[in-house]
Protein backbone atom coordinates (compact mmCIF):
# COMPACT_ATOMS: atom_id res chain seq x y z
CA UNK A 1 0.00 0.00 0.00
CA UNK A 2 1.03 3.51 -1.09
CA UNK A 3 2.40 5.60 2.21
CA UNK A 4 1.53 9.24 3.01
CA UNK A 5 4.16 10.81 5.21
CA UNK A 6 2.46 12.98 7.70
CA UNK A 7 -0.32 15.29 5.89
CA UNK A 8 -1.33 15.68 2.44
CA UNK A 9 -2.72 19.63 2.58
CA UNK A 10 -5.53 18.03 -0.10
CA UNK A 11 -8.80 19.93 -0.23
CA UNK A 12 -11.47 18.08 -2.35
CA UNK A 13 -13.97 20.62 -3.17
CA UNK A 14 -16.97 19.41 -4.58
CA UNK A 15 -19.66 21.15 -6.40
CA UNK A 16 -22.80 19.59 -5.97
CA UNK A 17 -25.19 22.39 -8.62
CA UNK A 18 -22.33 21.47 -11.10
CA UNK A 19 -21.53 18.03 -10.32
CA UNK A 20 -17.75 19.02 -10.29
CA UNK A 21 -15.04 18.60 -8.03
CA UNK A 22 -10.95 19.68 -7.94
CA UNK A 23 -8.23 19.14 -5.60
CA UNK A 24 -7.03 22.36 -3.85
CA UNK A 25 -3.73 22.96 -1.83
CA UNK A 26 -4.78 23.95 2.07
CA UNK A 27 -1.76 26.70 2.56
CA UNK A 28 1.33 25.35 4.28
CA UNK A 29 1.31 28.65 6.68
CA UNK A 30 -1.93 27.78 8.37
CA UNK A 31 -1.23 24.14 9.05
CA UNK A 32 0.83 25.37 12.64
CA UNK A 33 -1.12 28.33 13.22
CA UNK A 34 -4.71 26.40 12.88
CA UNK A 35 -3.50 22.64 13.84
CA UNK A 36 -6.14 20.98 10.97
CA UNK A 37 -9.61 19.44 12.16
CA UNK A 38 -12.30 22.05 13.52
CA UNK A 39 -9.67 25.27 13.51
CA UNK A 40 -8.31 24.53 10.10
CA UNK A 41 -12.03 23.77 8.86
CA UNK A 42 -12.95 27.43 10.50
CA UNK A 43 -9.94 29.17 8.73
CA UNK A 44 -10.60 27.64 5.03
CA UNK A 45 -14.75 28.96 6.26
CA UNK A 46 -13.31 32.52 6.95
CA UNK A 47 -11.04 32.72 3.99
CA UNK A 48 -13.91 32.12 1.57
CA UNK A 49 -16.30 34.45 2.66
CA UNK A 50 -14.24 36.23 5.21
CA UNK A 51 -16.10 40.05 3.41
CA UNK A 52 -19.69 38.88 4.01
CA UNK A 53 -20.11 36.11 6.48
CA UNK A 54 -23.69 37.84 7.67
CA UNK A 55 -24.90 37.16 3.97
CA UNK A 56 -24.18 33.53 3.85
CA UNK A 57 -27.92 32.03 4.36
CA UNK A 58 -26.95 28.71 5.67
CA UNK A 59 -29.48 26.60 3.88
CA UNK A 60 -28.54 28.42 0.53
CA UNK A 61 -26.63 27.07 -1.95
CA UNK A 62 -23.11 28.86 -1.11
CA UNK A 63 -22.74 27.90 2.62
CA UNK A 64 -20.68 24.96 2.38
CA UNK A 65 -20.39 21.98 4.41
CA UNK A 66 -16.79 21.69 5.32
CA UNK A 67 -15.18 17.90 6.63
CA UNK A 68 -12.06 17.89 7.86
CA UNK A 69 -9.66 14.81 9.32
CA UNK A 70 -7.01 16.28 12.16
CA UNK A 71 -3.66 15.33 11.68
CA UNK A 72 -3.80 12.17 14.59
CA UNK A 73 -7.01 11.06 12.34
CA UNK A 74 -5.74 7.74 10.84
CA UNK A 75 -2.67 7.33 11.90
CA UNK A 76 -3.47 4.77 15.30
CA UNK A 77 -2.92 7.82 17.22
CA UNK A 78 -4.82 6.80 20.68
CA UNK A 79 -8.84 8.29 20.60
CA UNK A 80 -8.19 9.84 17.37
CA UNK A 81 -11.04 7.96 14.67
CA UNK A 82 -12.52 11.19 14.64
CA UNK A 83 -13.16 14.31 12.37
CA UNK A 84 -14.98 17.55 12.28
CA UNK A 85 -17.80 18.89 10.29
CA UNK A 86 -17.79 22.94 10.19
CA UNK A 87 -20.52 25.11 8.87
CA UNK A 88 -22.78 28.01 9.16
CA UNK A 89 -25.79 26.58 11.53
CA UNK A 90 -29.69 26.72 10.01
CA UNK A 91 -30.34 26.46 14.03
CA UNK A 92 -28.17 29.26 15.68
CA UNK A 93 -27.47 31.53 12.58
CA UNK A 94 -23.41 31.60 13.84
CA UNK A 95 -21.05 29.21 12.44
CA UNK A 96 -21.64 25.45 14.46
CA UNK A 97 -18.28 22.84 14.56
CA UNK A 98 -18.61 19.25 15.57
CA UNK A 99 -16.94 16.46 16.00
CA UNK A 100 -17.98 12.87 15.40
CA UNK A 101 -15.67 9.42 15.95
CA UNK A 102 -17.60 7.55 12.88
CA UNK A 103 -14.96 6.03 10.22
CA UNK A 104 -15.69 8.75 7.89
CA UNK A 105 -12.79 10.39 9.03
CA UNK A 106 -10.20 7.73 8.77
CA UNK A 107 -11.83 6.45 5.49
CA UNK A 108 -11.17 10.45 3.77
CA UNK A 109 -7.73 10.80 5.21
CA UNK A 110 -6.63 7.04 3.79
CA UNK A 111 -7.77 7.79 0.37
CA UNK A 112 -5.58 10.93 0.36
CA UNK A 113 -7.42 13.75 1.50
CA UNK A 114 -6.85 15.88 5.00
CA UNK A 115 -10.25 17.82 4.03
CA UNK A 116 -13.46 17.93 1.95
CA UNK A 117 -15.46 20.88 1.11
CA UNK A 118 -19.24 20.37 -0.34
CA UNK A 119 -21.00 23.45 -1.67
CA UNK A 120 -24.01 24.12 -4.24
CA UNK A 121 -27.25 22.48 -4.49
CA UNK A 122 -28.46 19.38 -6.27
CA UNK A 123 -31.63 20.29 -8.59
CA UNK A 124 -32.65 16.39 -6.94
CA UNK A 125 -31.31 14.46 -4.47
CA UNK A 126 -28.28 12.19 -4.48
CA UNK A 127 -25.39 10.42 -3.32
CA UNK A 128 -21.56 10.88 -3.64
CA UNK A 129 -18.89 8.41 -4.00
CA UNK A 130 -14.94 9.12 -3.41
CA UNK A 131 -12.36 7.32 -4.32
CA UNK A 132 -8.71 8.61 -4.46
CA UNK A 133 -8.78 9.70 -7.89
CA UNK A 134 -12.12 10.22 -8.90
CA UNK A 135 -15.60 11.96 -7.59
CA UNK A 136 -19.15 9.83 -8.87
CA UNK A 137 -22.21 11.12 -8.71
CA UNK A 138 -25.14 8.98 -8.52
CA UNK A 139 -28.84 9.47 -8.44
CA UNK A 140 -30.19 9.26 -4.72
CA UNK A 141 -33.95 9.59 -5.77
CA UNK A 142 -34.48 5.72 -4.41
CA UNK A 143 -33.02 6.06 -1.59
CA UNK A 144 -34.60 9.75 -0.49
CA UNK A 145 -36.73 9.24 2.18
CA UNK A 146 -34.74 6.34 4.02
CA UNK A 147 -33.46 6.31 7.81
CA UNK A 148 -30.26 6.40 7.90
CA UNK A 149 -29.74 2.84 8.73
CA UNK A 150 -31.43 1.59 5.79
CA UNK A 151 -29.15 3.86 3.82
CA UNK A 152 -26.90 2.79 5.27
CA UNK A 153 -27.46 -0.74 4.38
CA UNK A 154 -28.42 0.32 0.87
CA UNK A 155 -24.90 1.94 0.71
CA UNK A 156 -22.90 -1.55 0.47
CA UNK A 157 -20.31 -0.24 3.22
CA UNK A 158 -17.47 -2.12 3.07
CA UNK A 159 -14.81 -1.84 6.35
CA UNK A 160 -12.76 0.19 3.74
CA UNK A 161 -15.47 2.65 3.07
CA UNK A 162 -16.43 6.00 5.50
CA UNK A 163 -20.19 7.80 5.04
CA UNK A 164 -21.77 10.17 6.03
CA UNK A 165 -25.65 10.09 5.68
CA UNK A 166 -28.87 12.01 6.83
CA UNK A 167 -32.45 10.63 7.68
CA UNK A 168 -35.90 12.10 6.96
CA UNK A 169 -34.96 14.78 9.91
CA UNK A 170 -32.62 16.46 7.60
CA UNK A 171 -34.08 15.55 4.27
CA UNK A 172 -37.15 17.69 5.80
CA UNK A 173 -35.33 20.51 7.37
CA UNK A 174 -35.67 19.91 10.77
CA UNK A 175 -33.66 22.45 12.32
CA UNK A 176 -31.62 20.29 14.34
CA UNK A 177 -30.59 17.51 12.24
CA UNK A 178 -27.65 15.75 12.43
CA UNK A 179 -25.47 13.60 10.28
CA UNK A 180 -24.43 9.90 10.95
CA UNK A 181 -21.11 8.06 10.19
CA UNK A 182 -21.41 4.37 11.13
CA UNK A 183 -22.84 4.30 14.78
CA UNK A 184 -21.51 7.95 15.67
CA UNK A 185 -23.37 11.38 14.72
CA UNK A 186 -22.44 14.88 13.93
CA UNK A 187 -24.98 15.45 16.06
CA UNK A 188 -25.12 19.67 16.95
CA UNK A 189 -26.81 22.61 14.95
CA UNK A 190 -28.11 21.30 12.15
CA UNK A 191 -25.47 20.23 9.92
CA UNK A 192 -28.08 17.45 8.46
CA UNK A 193 -30.66 20.10 7.86
CA UNK A 194 -27.68 22.08 5.54
CA UNK A 195 -26.88 18.69 4.13
CA UNK A 196 -30.36 18.01 2.94
CA UNK A 197 -30.68 21.91 1.69
CA UNK A 198 -28.41 20.54 -0.91
CA UNK A 199 -30.20 17.48 -1.73
CA UNK A 200 -27.28 15.53 -1.00
CA UNK A 201 -28.61 12.33 0.66
CA UNK A 202 -24.97 10.49 1.62
CA UNK A 203 -20.82 11.11 0.69
CA UNK A 204 -19.37 7.74 0.85
CA UNK A 205 -15.23 8.01 0.82
CA UNK A 206 -13.57 4.80 -0.29
CA UNK A 207 -10.62 4.83 1.55
CA UNK A 208 -7.39 2.58 2.37
CA UNK A 209 -5.56 3.58 -0.71
CA UNK A 210 -2.58 4.77 1.54
CA UNK A 211 -1.27 4.00 4.60
CA UNK A 212 -0.47 6.96 6.71
CA UNK A 213 2.91 6.83 8.15
CA UNK A 214 4.01 9.64 10.99
CA UNK A 215 7.00 12.22 9.97
CA UNK A 216 8.84 10.29 13.31
CA UNK A 217 7.65 6.87 13.71
CA UNK A 218 10.51 6.49 16.58
CA UNK A 219 8.71 9.29 18.56
CA UNK A 220 5.03 9.20 17.38
CA UNK A 221 5.67 5.23 19.25
CA UNK A 222 7.34 6.60 22.19
CA UNK A 223 4.52 9.55 22.94
CA UNK A 224 1.61 6.59 21.57
CA UNK A 225 2.97 4.45 24.87
CA UNK A 226 3.19 6.97 26.76
CA UNK A 227 -0.57 8.40 26.00
CA UNK A 228 -2.05 4.73 26.35
CA UNK A 229 -0.34 4.33 29.46
CA UNK A 230 -1.78 7.56 30.74
CA UNK A 231 -4.91 6.38 30.21
CA UNK A 232 -4.88 3.09 31.21
CA UNK A 233 -3.90 4.34 34.88
CA UNK A 234 -6.37 6.98 34.89
CA UNK A 235 -9.71 6.57 37.72
CA UNK A 236 -11.99 8.58 34.76
CA UNK A 237 -10.96 6.97 31.23
CA UNK A 238 -12.17 3.53 33.64
CA UNK A 239 -14.62 4.71 35.12
CA UNK A 240 -16.32 6.19 31.33
CA UNK A 241 -15.05 2.33 29.91
CA UNK A 242 -17.12 0.70 32.49
CA UNK A 243 -20.38 2.66 32.71
CA UNK A 244 -20.13 5.07 29.49
CA UNK A 245 -21.08 9.10 29.81
CA UNK A 246 -24.48 7.60 32.12
CA UNK A 247 -21.39 7.56 34.75
CA UNK A 248 -22.03 11.10 35.28
CA UNK A 249 -25.30 10.37 36.78
CA UNK A 250 -24.42 9.22 39.99
CA UNK A 251 -21.97 12.38 40.64
CA UNK A 252 -24.79 14.38 38.87
CA UNK A 253 -27.71 13.87 41.87
CA UNK A 254 -25.51 14.82 44.66
CA UNK A 255 -24.09 17.94 43.18
CA UNK A 256 -27.13 19.30 41.73
CA UNK A 257 -26.46 19.17 38.12
CA UNK A 258 -28.94 17.30 36.46
CA UNK A 259 -32.01 18.55 34.48
CA UNK A 260 -35.41 17.62 35.88
CA UNK A 261 -38.53 18.98 34.61
CA UNK A 262 -37.42 21.32 32.29
CA UNK A 263 -34.58 22.17 34.65
CA UNK A 264 -37.00 23.13 37.43
CA UNK A 265 -35.67 21.15 39.42
CA UNK A 266 -31.85 19.61 39.60
CA UNK A 267 -31.93 16.88 41.60
CA UNK A 268 -33.96 13.35 41.91
CA UNK A 269 -33.26 10.32 43.24
CA UNK A 270 -35.08 8.31 41.03
CA UNK A 271 -32.12 9.53 38.43
CA UNK A 272 -30.05 6.07 40.32
CA UNK A 273 -32.35 4.01 37.81
CA UNK A 274 -30.66 5.69 34.61
CA UNK A 275 -27.20 5.56 36.16
CA UNK A 276 -24.38 4.03 33.65
CA UNK A 277 -23.93 1.04 36.75
CA UNK A 278 -28.16 0.66 36.70
CA UNK A 279 -27.72 0.11 32.78
CA UNK A 280 -24.71 -2.08 33.02
CA UNK A 281 -26.51 -4.18 35.30
CA UNK A 282 -29.77 -4.47 33.82
CA UNK A 283 -28.75 -4.41 29.77
CA UNK A 284 -25.13 -6.42 30.18
CA UNK A 285 -23.42 -3.91 28.18
CA UNK A 286 -20.50 -3.98 25.89
CA UNK A 287 -18.12 -1.81 23.75
CA UNK A 288 -19.62 0.10 20.67
CA UNK A 289 -16.98 2.40 20.20
CA UNK A 290 -15.48 5.12 17.84
CA UNK A 291 -12.32 3.07 16.37
CA UNK A 292 -9.61 3.18 17.48
CA UNK A 293 -9.80 4.41 20.86
CA UNK A 294 -8.69 2.95 24.63
CA UNK A 295 -11.35 4.50 26.44
CA UNK A 296 -14.41 3.02 25.10
CA UNK A 297 -16.73 5.12 26.15
CA UNK A 298 -19.56 3.68 23.71
CA UNK A 299 -21.52 1.14 24.69
CA UNK A 300 -24.79 -1.84 23.40
CA UNK A 301 -26.69 -3.82 25.64
CA UNK A 302 -29.82 -6.04 25.31
CA UNK A 303 -32.87 -4.73 26.07
CA UNK A 304 -35.65 -7.00 27.47
CA UNK A 305 -37.27 -7.14 23.81
CA UNK A 306 -34.17 -9.38 23.07
CA UNK A 307 -32.73 -6.08 20.39
CA UNK A 308 -29.35 -5.09 21.16
CA UNK A 309 -29.49 -1.24 20.98
CA UNK A 310 -26.69 1.28 21.68
CA UNK A 311 -26.90 2.54 25.20
CA UNK A 312 -28.04 6.24 25.52
CA UNK A 313 -25.33 9.09 26.24
CA UNK A 314 -25.97 10.77 29.24
CA UNK A 315 -27.45 13.59 27.67
CA UNK A 316 -29.87 11.83 26.28
CA UNK A 317 -30.82 10.12 29.19
CA UNK A 318 -30.88 13.22 31.07
CA UNK A 319 -32.95 14.88 28.75
CA UNK A 320 -35.56 12.25 27.88
CA UNK A 321 -35.18 10.87 31.69
CA UNK A 322 -35.68 13.29 34.40
CA UNK A 323 -36.00 16.59 32.00
CA UNK A 324 -39.44 15.19 31.24
CA UNK A 325 -40.11 12.94 34.35
CA UNK A 326 -39.34 9.63 32.80
CA UNK A 327 -37.28 6.89 34.58
CA UNK A 328 -38.03 4.16 32.31
CA UNK A 329 -34.57 3.30 30.41
CA UNK A 330 -36.17 0.88 27.89
CA UNK A 331 -38.24 3.41 26.33
CA UNK A 332 -35.07 6.00 26.48
CA UNK A 333 -33.54 3.41 24.70
CA UNK A 334 -36.06 3.09 22.50
CA UNK A 335 -36.28 7.04 21.65
CA UNK A 336 -32.37 7.07 21.31
CA UNK A 337 -32.67 4.58 18.67
CA UNK A 338 -35.88 6.49 16.90
CA UNK A 339 -33.84 9.66 16.79
CA UNK A 340 -31.05 8.25 15.46
CA UNK A 341 -32.70 6.21 12.98
CA UNK A 342 -34.39 10.12 11.80
CA UNK A 343 -31.55 11.65 11.86
CA UNK A 344 -32.61 13.81 15.09
CA UNK A 345 -30.28 15.57 17.69
CA UNK A 346 -31.27 13.82 20.97
CA UNK A 347 -30.14 17.47 23.33
CA UNK A 348 -32.06 19.64 20.64
CA UNK A 349 -35.73 17.33 20.33
CA UNK A 350 -35.39 16.74 24.08
CA UNK A 351 -34.94 20.42 24.84
CA UNK A 352 -37.37 21.32 22.49
CA UNK A 353 -40.04 18.47 23.70
CA UNK A 354 -39.60 19.66 27.28
CA UNK A 355 -40.34 23.17 26.66
CA UNK A 356 -43.44 22.36 25.12
CA UNK A 357 -44.34 20.53 27.99
CA UNK A 358 -44.03 23.64 30.33
CA UNK A 359 -45.55 25.80 28.09
CA UNK A 360 -48.18 23.19 27.95
CA UNK A 361 -48.65 23.57 31.39
CA UNK A 362 -48.56 26.89 31.75
CA UNK A 363 -51.23 27.47 29.23
CA UNK A 364 -49.10 29.60 26.82
CA UNK A 365 -49.27 26.83 24.20
CA UNK A 366 -51.73 23.86 23.16
CA UNK A 367 -50.40 20.29 23.37
CA UNK A 368 -51.03 16.85 24.92
CA UNK A 369 -47.19 16.96 26.01
CA UNK A 370 -46.92 16.78 29.45
CA UNK A 371 -43.99 16.15 32.13
CA UNK A 372 -43.86 12.08 33.07
CA UNK A 373 -46.76 11.34 30.36
CA UNK A 374 -44.58 8.64 27.89
CA UNK A 375 -47.17 7.27 25.14
CA UNK A 376 -47.26 9.95 23.11
CA UNK A 377 -43.15 10.82 22.94
CA UNK A 378 -42.25 8.12 19.69
CA UNK A 379 -45.05 10.01 17.64
CA UNK A 380 -44.06 13.89 18.32
CA UNK A 381 -40.40 12.39 17.45
CA UNK A 382 -41.76 11.09 14.07
CA UNK A 383 -43.37 14.12 13.69
CA UNK A 384 -40.75 16.23 13.83
CA UNK A 385 -38.91 14.12 11.58
CA UNK A 386 -41.52 14.61 9.14
CA UNK A 387 -42.40 17.95 10.17
CA UNK A 388 -45.99 16.70 10.85
CA UNK A 389 -48.93 18.28 12.71
CA UNK A 390 -47.20 19.75 16.09
CA UNK A 391 -44.40 18.10 14.99
CA UNK A 392 -43.76 21.05 12.43
CA UNK A 393 -43.46 24.06 14.68
CA UNK A 394 -41.35 22.14 17.29
CA UNK A 395 -38.48 21.36 14.70
CA UNK A 396 -38.11 24.96 14.22
CA UNK A 397 -36.70 24.41 18.27
CA UNK A 398 -37.07 26.29 21.53
CA UNK A 399 -35.50 29.83 20.86
CA UNK A 400 -38.20 30.09 17.51
CA UNK A 401 -41.23 28.30 19.90
CA UNK A 402 -40.40 31.01 22.95
CA UNK A 403 -40.33 34.18 20.67
CA UNK A 404 -43.60 33.01 19.37
CA UNK A 405 -45.36 31.94 22.43
CA UNK A 406 -43.38 33.65 25.04
CA UNK A 407 -41.84 31.34 28.04
CA UNK A 408 -38.64 32.36 26.92
CA UNK A 409 -36.84 32.06 30.54
CA UNK A 410 -37.45 28.55 30.49
CA UNK A 411 -36.42 28.04 27.00
CA UNK A 412 -33.39 26.47 27.80
CA UNK A 413 -31.07 27.49 24.95
CA UNK A 414 -28.33 29.74 24.18
CA UNK A 415 -27.86 31.30 21.15
CA UNK A 416 -30.66 29.40 19.93
CA UNK A 417 -28.10 25.67 20.60
CA UNK A 418 -30.13 23.57 23.37
CA UNK A 419 -28.70 22.95 26.55
CA UNK A 420 -26.83 19.65 27.14
CA UNK A 421 -27.38 17.86 30.67
CA UNK A 422 -26.06 19.75 33.09
CA UNK A 423 -27.95 22.53 35.16
CA UNK A 424 -25.53 25.33 35.82
CA UNK A 425 -26.74 26.23 39.16
CA UNK A 426 -24.92 22.95 40.26
CA UNK A 427 -21.38 24.42 38.83
CA UNK A 428 -21.13 28.01 38.25
CA UNK A 429 -17.81 27.93 35.94
CA UNK A 430 -19.91 25.77 33.61
CA UNK A 431 -22.80 28.45 33.57
CA UNK A 432 -20.23 30.93 32.75
CA UNK A 433 -18.98 28.33 29.71
CA UNK A 434 -21.82 27.97 28.52
CA UNK A 435 -22.94 31.47 28.53
CA UNK A 436 -19.55 32.73 26.35
CA UNK A 437 -19.65 29.55 24.40
CA UNK A 438 -19.02 30.05 20.30
CA UNK A 439 -21.76 27.14 19.33
CA UNK A 440 -24.11 28.15 21.97
CA UNK A 441 -25.17 26.00 25.23
CA UNK A 442 -22.27 24.12 24.38
CA UNK A 443 -21.12 21.76 27.56
CA UNK A 444 -17.61 20.54 25.82
CA UNK A 445 -16.38 23.94 24.88
CA UNK A 446 -14.63 24.61 28.44
CA UNK A 447 -16.47 21.94 30.50
CA UNK A 448 -15.15 23.53 33.88
CA UNK A 449 -18.07 21.12 35.63
CA UNK A 450 -15.31 18.66 35.72
CA UNK A 451 -13.18 20.58 38.14
CA UNK A 452 -15.52 21.94 39.44
CA UNK A 453 -17.64 18.27 40.55
CA UNK A 454 -15.79 15.06 38.96
CA UNK A 455 -12.30 16.10 40.25
CA UNK A 456 -13.50 18.55 43.03
CA UNK A 457 -10.29 20.96 42.32
CA UNK A 458 -12.48 24.29 42.23
CA UNK A 459 -15.71 25.08 44.79
CA UNK A 460 -18.68 25.12 42.48
CA UNK A 461 -20.30 28.58 43.93
CA UNK A 462 -18.22 30.94 44.04
CA UNK A 463 -16.76 33.56 40.92
CA UNK A 464 -13.43 32.80 41.86
CA UNK A 465 -10.77 32.19 39.57
CA UNK A 466 -14.04 30.61 37.04
CA UNK A 467 -12.77 33.34 34.36
CA UNK A 468 -9.56 31.54 34.12
CA UNK A 469 -10.06 28.19 33.87
CA UNK A 470 -12.97 28.77 31.58
CA UNK A 471 -10.29 30.97 29.37
CA UNK A 472 -7.48 28.42 29.93
CA UNK A 473 -10.24 24.70 28.89
CA UNK A 474 -11.58 27.15 25.72
CA UNK A 475 -8.04 27.87 24.33
CA UNK A 476 -7.13 24.57 25.34
CA UNK A 477 -10.13 22.24 23.94
CA UNK A 478 -10.46 24.29 21.06
CA UNK A 479 -6.66 22.85 20.04
CA UNK A 480 -7.48 19.10 21.52
CA UNK A 481 -10.18 19.06 19.50
CA UNK A 482 -8.62 20.32 16.08
CA UNK A 483 -6.51 17.65 16.45
CA UNK A 484 -9.44 15.39 16.73
CA UNK A 485 -8.22 13.46 18.99
CA UNK A 486 -11.24 12.76 21.43
CA UNK A 487 -11.98 15.20 24.32
CA UNK A 488 -12.20 12.41 27.27
CA UNK A 489 -8.33 11.94 26.93
CA UNK A 490 -8.45 15.46 28.69
CA UNK A 491 -8.29 14.04 31.83
CA UNK A 492 -5.96 11.17 31.90
CA UNK A 493 -3.44 13.71 29.44
CA UNK A 494 -3.93 16.71 32.61
CA UNK A 495 -3.89 14.36 35.45
CA UNK A 496 -1.38 11.45 35.06
CA UNK A 497 1.86 13.37 34.30
CA UNK A 498 4.29 14.65 36.34
CA UNK A 499 4.14 16.93 38.33
CA UNK A 500 0.24 16.99 38.62
CA UNK A 501 -0.32 13.26 39.52
CA UNK A 502 2.24 13.18 42.85
CA UNK A 503 0.64 16.87 44.11
CA UNK A 504 -1.54 15.93 47.13
CA UNK A 505 -5.52 16.65 46.01
CA UNK A 506 -5.27 19.77 49.05
CA UNK A 507 -2.55 20.94 47.53
CA UNK A 508 -3.84 21.04 43.51
CA UNK A 509 -7.30 22.17 45.21
CA UNK A 510 -5.65 25.36 46.69
CA UNK A 511 -3.63 25.99 43.84
CA UNK A 512 -6.30 25.71 41.46
CA UNK A 513 -8.56 27.90 43.33
CA UNK A 514 -6.73 30.46 44.96
CA UNK A 515 -3.51 30.76 42.52
CA UNK A 516 -4.63 29.53 38.85
CA UNK A 517 -1.32 31.44 37.35
CA UNK A 518 0.54 29.51 38.78
CA UNK A 519 -0.82 26.33 38.77
CA UNK A 520 -1.53 26.53 34.67
CA UNK A 521 2.51 26.42 34.77
CA UNK A 522 2.67 23.15 36.22
CA UNK A 523 0.34 21.48 33.48
CA UNK A 524 2.10 19.09 31.39
CA UNK A 525 0.05 18.07 28.21
CA UNK A 526 3.24 17.34 26.25
CA UNK A 527 1.69 14.02 24.78
CA UNK A 528 -0.45 16.22 22.53
CA UNK A 529 1.63 18.36 21.01
CA UNK A 530 4.38 15.75 20.65
CA UNK A 531 2.02 13.44 18.82
CA UNK A 532 1.22 16.27 16.67
CA UNK A 533 4.86 16.85 15.75
CA UNK A 534 5.97 13.49 15.18
CA UNK A 535 2.98 12.97 12.59
CA UNK A 536 3.71 16.13 10.56
CA UNK A 537 7.53 16.58 11.39
CA UNK A 538 6.92 20.13 12.53
CA UNK A 539 8.03 21.28 15.71
CA UNK A 540 5.18 22.43 18.02
CA UNK A 541 5.41 23.52 21.62
CA UNK A 542 3.46 23.17 24.26
CA UNK A 543 3.02 27.14 24.29
CA UNK A 544 2.67 27.21 20.62
CA UNK A 545 -0.16 24.65 20.89
CA UNK A 546 -2.36 26.44 22.90
CA UNK A 547 -1.39 29.52 21.20
CA UNK A 548 -2.90 27.99 18.18
CA UNK A 549 -6.04 27.27 20.37
CA UNK A 550 -6.22 30.59 21.32
CA UNK A 551 -6.46 31.36 17.84
CA UNK A 552 -8.77 29.20 16.89
CA UNK A 553 -11.50 30.07 19.27
CA UNK A 554 -11.05 33.95 18.78
CA UNK A 555 -11.44 33.59 15.03
CA UNK A 556 -14.41 31.45 15.55
CA UNK A 557 -16.07 34.17 18.50
CA UNK A 558 -14.96 37.09 15.68
CA UNK A 559 -16.85 35.21 12.90
CA UNK A 560 -19.55 34.87 15.22
CA UNK A 561 -19.68 38.57 16.14
CA UNK A 562 -19.86 39.71 12.32
CA UNK A 563 -22.58 37.38 11.68
CA UNK A 564 -24.78 39.24 14.61
CA UNK A 565 -23.42 37.97 18.20
CA UNK A 566 -22.78 40.20 20.62
CA UNK A 567 -22.86 40.72 24.68
CA UNK A 568 -26.41 40.50 25.01
CA UNK A 569 -26.67 36.82 24.20
CA UNK A 570 -23.60 35.67 26.18
CA UNK A 571 -26.41 35.35 29.01
CA UNK A 572 -27.91 32.06 30.42
CA UNK A 573 -31.93 31.29 30.50
CA UNK A 574 -33.53 33.59 33.02
CA UNK A 575 -34.59 29.88 35.56
CA UNK A 576 -30.88 29.37 35.67
CA UNK A 577 -30.20 33.75 37.15
CA UNK A 578 -33.84 34.00 38.95
CA UNK A 579 -34.66 30.93 40.15
CA UNK A 580 -32.56 29.65 43.00
CA UNK A 581 -34.75 27.67 44.93
CA UNK A 582 -34.95 24.09 43.75
CA UNK A 583 -35.68 20.84 45.25
CA UNK A 584 -31.02 20.91 45.92
CA UNK A 585 -30.17 21.90 49.45
CA UNK A 586 -27.92 24.85 48.39
CA UNK A 587 -30.69 27.39 47.34
CA UNK A 588 -28.56 29.19 44.80
CA UNK A 589 -28.77 30.88 41.48
CA UNK A 590 -26.02 31.34 39.23
CA UNK A 591 -24.03 34.93 40.01
CA UNK A 592 -22.49 35.43 36.28
CA UNK A 593 -22.42 38.86 35.63
CA UNK A 594 -18.80 39.48 37.71
CA UNK A 595 -17.13 35.68 36.13
CA UNK A 596 -18.31 37.72 32.92
CA UNK A 597 -17.19 40.90 33.45
CA UNK A 598 -13.58 39.19 34.16
CA UNK A 599 -13.54 36.71 30.96
CA UNK A 600 -14.24 39.65 28.84
CA UNK A 601 -11.19 41.25 30.42
CA UNK A 602 -9.25 37.75 30.12
CA UNK A 603 -10.21 37.45 26.25
CA UNK A 604 -9.62 41.08 25.10
CA UNK A 605 -13.54 41.95 23.97
CA UNK A 606 -14.68 44.88 24.14
CA UNK A 607 -17.91 46.62 25.79
CA UNK A 608 -19.70 44.43 23.18
CA UNK A 609 -18.46 41.48 23.41
CA UNK A 610 -16.16 41.62 20.23
CA UNK A 611 -12.29 40.44 20.20
CA UNK A 612 -10.58 43.91 19.85
CA UNK A 613 -8.53 44.91 16.61
CA UNK A 614 -5.10 44.82 18.65
CA UNK A 615 -5.86 40.79 20.90
CA UNK A 616 -7.05 39.43 17.09
CA UNK A 617 -3.48 41.04 15.25
CA UNK A 618 -1.42 39.54 18.28
CA UNK A 619 -3.20 36.13 17.29
CA UNK A 620 -2.19 36.92 13.78
CA UNK A 621 -5.81 36.78 12.69
CA UNK A 622 -6.29 39.42 9.80
CA UNK A 623 -9.63 40.74 9.51
CA UNK A 624 -12.36 41.64 7.27
CA UNK A 625 -14.47 44.01 9.49
CA UNK A 626 -17.38 43.48 7.41
CA UNK A 627 -20.41 45.00 8.81
CA UNK A 628 -18.54 46.75 12.15
CA UNK A 629 -19.30 50.51 13.01
CA UNK A 630 -15.81 50.85 15.66
S1 LIG B 1 -13.91 7.93 24.57
FE1 LIG B 1 -15.95 7.62 23.71
S2 LIG B 1 -16.34 9.43 22.40
FE2 LIG B 1 -14.14 9.33 22.85
S3 LIG B 1 -13.26 8.29 21.08
FE3 LIG B 1 -13.66 6.75 22.68
S4 LIG B 1 -15.73 5.94 22.29
FE4 LIG B 1 -15.48 7.83 21.08
Not at 216 to 237: G, Q, Y
Not at 326 to 339: H, R, S, T, V
Not at 474 to 489: D, H, I, K, V
Request: with cysteine.
Amino acid sequence: MTEITGITNKLLTVNVSQKSWEVKRIAESNRKTYLGGKGLGLKIYYDTFRDRLAGIDPLGEENPLIFMAGVFTGTGAVCSARFAGITKSPQTGIMITSSCGGPFGGALRTAGYDGLFISGKSESPLYIEITSDNVIFHDAEKIWGLDTEETQKVLGLSRKDGELVIGPAGENGVLYANIKSGHRFLGRGGMGAVMGSKNLKAVVVRGRTYKVRPANKKLFNKVRNRASRFIAKNEFSDKYRSFGTAFNVLPGIKAGYVPVTNFKYRTDDRFKLLSGEAMAEKYGTTSSSCIPCSIQCGHKGTFPDGTVKQIPEYETTGLWGPNIDNYDPDKIGEWNLLMNRFGLDTISTGGTVSWAMEAGEQGIRKTELRFGKTDNISKIIEDIAYRRGEGAELALGSRNLSSRYGGKDFAIQIKGLEMAAYDPRGAWGQGLSYAVANRGACHLSAFPLAMEVLFGFLNPYTTKAKAFWVDFFENFYAALNSLQTCQFTSFAYLLEPFPVHIFPDFLLKLAMQYFPAIAVRFLNFGVLNQTWESITGIKLSQKDFLRAGRRIHLLERYMNTEMGISRKDDTLPGRFLTEADTNHPVKKAVNLKPMLKTYYKRKGYDEHGRPGKKELASQGIDVAYCDRKE
